[in-house]
C-alpha cells in the first residue's frame, strides 16, 4: 500500500534518522507499530477522537508499546499526540523508509513484464538497473499480460514503459494529434 507522504512527514522522519541509532531495527519496529495500529479499530478510534484527553491518550500509548520499542519511537508517537498529528504515522513510517533506502544506497524498484521472468533474465535486469540506478535494487516482480513485451519500471513516482504496447499507444496519441 502506498502511503502519500506529507512534508511534516518526511520533517519528523528526517528528525527520527538524525538521533542516529539502528536504524534498520527502528524501521522493523515502525512496521510493528503500524501492524498493531492496523489491526486495532479501537486504537485507530480513540486515537482520532478529539474529545479523549491528550493525557490519556499518550497513557495508552504508554501501555501498548512501553518497554516494548525503542524510547525514540515512543517519543515520536507521543509528540504526535501532542501535535495532534497521530494520523501522519503511516506517512511517516514510509518518509523513514525511504529515507533509510537513500542513506544505505538501495532503491525499491517495482519491474513489471507481461510474463514471469525465469532467473537469468531477472539476473539481467538487476544488474543493468543497479549499474544504471548505481543503487542496490531491491525488486517487486510483477506480472501484467496487458503489456506486449517489454518491462515497465515503477521508480518511486516515475515510471517507465518500455512495453511495446506503450510504444503503440504513444504513436497512436501521436497519430491523432496530427
Excluded at 501492524?35 to 485507530?44: A, E, F, H, Y
Excluded at 482520532?48 to 491518550?57: C, F, G, L, V, Y
Excluded at 524498484?109 to 549499474?131: A, D, Q, Y
Excluded at 544504471?132 to 515497465?152: H, Q
Amino acid at each position: 500500500m502506498t502511503t502519500l507522504i506529507s512534508t511534516i512527514s518526511k520533517t519528523y522522519a528526517k528528525a527520527l534518522l538524525d538521533t542516529g541509532g539502528d536504524y534498520k531495527m527502528l524501521e522493523s519496529q515502525l512496521n510493528e507499530i503500524s501492524n498493531v495500529i492496523n489491526s486495532s479499530k479501537d486504537l485507530r478510534v480513540i486515537m482520532s477522537n478529539s474529545s479523549i484527553a491528550i493525557s490519556k491518550k499518550i497513557e495508552i500509548i504508554d501501555e501498548i508499546f512501553g518497554g516494548k520499542i525503542d524510547t525514540k519511537l515512543l517519543n515520536l508517537l507521543k509528540i504526535l499526540i501532542e501535535k495532534n498529528r497521530f494520523n501522519e504515522f503511516e506517512s511517516v513510517k514510509e518518509a523513514f523508509s525511504k529515507l533509510t533506502e537513500e542513506v544505505s544506497n538501495k532503491k525499491t524498484v517495482e519491474i513489471i513484464s507481461p510474463v514471469k521472468l525465469n532467473f537469468e533474465n531477472r539476473t539481467n535486469v538487476l544488474f543493468k538497473l543497479e549499474h544504471k540506478l548505481n543503487k542496490e535494487i531491491t525488486p517487486i516482480w510483477t506480472v501484467d499480460k496487458s503489456l506486449i513485451a517489454g518491462l515497465a519500471f515503477k521508480i518511486d513516482d516515475c515510471v517507465i514503459d518500455t512495453s511495446i504496447r506503450a510504444k503503440l499507444e504513444n504513436l497512436s496519441k501521436n497519430i491523432n494529434r496530427g
